[in-house]
């Protein structure tokens, strides 16, 4: 009788151990099913550092010109909108500007999708070429070099942060938060000459 007690507790430890790994299953499905939106730029936002050499140690500009990929699925109905925003701020400094706050129907975004109206899909986004210091106040041209000595050079670093939100038609949402930070070294080459000439010796 001992026996039978043991198996049947075996059988009700498994059932239950069974019954609490469906019920996981079942939940990881569940959460698999949601909507979700990847945001890809060689698989990270990324920015490359920069260097300039001006003998005046002036600027006219700091440009970004950005590029991103977006794969979404489990979006009934497909994509109603993508919004971005793109902000620079100077590393730590306070505040930022935003240097862009569109929609992918805007001008300013060149769009290659095989179809925004598809549960799943991706869109390649490229962005007109953004100069980080011609909005606001948090970002300026006199942040970056001027007035340097001959042979002297500055470092200064910037971060991006790019935010992008994927709207569905059935009011499904993500978003996505993406930063980088790039360093532009300024630099004024020191000021050199060479002499050469001709004694153009003779005798008489």
Not at 22 to 31: Q, S
Not at 72 to 88: E, L
Request: aromatic fraction near 4%; proline fraction near 2%; glycine fraction near 10%.
């Amino acid at each position: 009788m001992s026996g039978d007690a043991l198996d049947r507790r075996t059988v009700l430890t498994r059932v239950a151990a069974f019954s609490a790994s469906l019920t996981t299953l079942l939940g990881l499905g569940y959460a698999g099913s949601r909507p979700v939106a990847a945001v890809e730029a060689d698989d990270r936002f990324l920015a490359d550092d920069v260097r300039v050499e001006r003998n005046d140690g002036e600027l006219q500009a700091v440009t970004v010109e950005p590029t991103i990929d977006i794969q979404w699925i489990d979006f009934g109905g497909g994509i109603d909108s993508i919004d971005v925003t793109i902000s620079a701020a100077l590393v730590d400094a306070p505040g930022f500007d935003v240097l862009l706050d569109a929609s992918v129907d805007d001008d300013s975004i060149a769009v290659d999708t095989d179809g925004f109206d598809e549960t799943e899909g991706t869109a390649s986004l490229a962005f007109d070429r953004l100069d980080v210091t011609a909005t606001g106040t948090h970002v300026t041209l006199d942040d970056f070099g001027g007035d340097l000595a001959p042979g002297a050079s500055t470092t200064t670093e910037v971060e991006l942060t790019m935010r992008i939100d994927v709207v569905g038609h059935q009011g499904e949402t993500v978003t996505t938060v993406e930063t980088t930070r790039f360093d532009l070294t300024v630099h004024n080459p020191e000021g050199t000459a060479t002499t050469t000439g001709r004694a153009n010796t003779g005798a008489e």
